[in-house]
């Protein structure tokens, strides 16, 4: 989905720039974010995410990357309203519904974690994580007849993580 900006620049400048000042910032800031993650610099990730979206509050990948360390703090309820609204601005954004589903997973609401690993897989078919996390949630409710399809799956795309544990609980041979 292609980012607007808050603020309106004529067509005639946008043609010359290519791209808009709002979104090169907002581009910039969200670069650094993830910079910061990878460092596990989490508090300045999160001002530089924060950063992005102020020069963009429609700019969907920040506020993914925002919700994903929500997660880890354990901050639900913030993690959710920017999956949601990532979804309201993208609604086939599969890592949003992939993310979503992890916050419900961890709260133990297997159902409605399923039922966002279904659409991050629908919305993109070879996000293996999709594929991973459903089969994990199905095991989670006791449903083990298409576990194995799933880990199979995301293992060939990549993440094997479900595979290996069902292999090695028994559950897929």
Known sequence: MRRRCSHLVSLPVLITLGVTACQ???DKYNQEGLLHLSRAETDLALEAFDRAL????LYVQAYNNRGTIYINQGKYDLAL???NTALQLDPRYAEAYN??????GR?????????DFNRAAEANPNYGMAYNNRG????????TTTVCADAKRACELGVCDL???????????
């Not at 993310?99 to 419900?104: A, D, E, Q, S, T």
């Open 24 to 26: 090169s910032t907002a």
């Open 107 to 115: 709260q133990g609401q297997y159902e409605q974690a399923l039922a």
């Open 54 to 57: 102020v020069h963009d509050p």
């Open 136 to 143: 994990w949630a199905l095991l989670q409710l006791g449903d």
């Open 99 to 104: 993310n979503r589903g992890m916050v419900h």
């Open 81 to 83: 309203a920017d999956f």
């Open 163 to 173: 595979s290996n544990e069902a292999k090695n609980t028994g559950v897929c041979l």
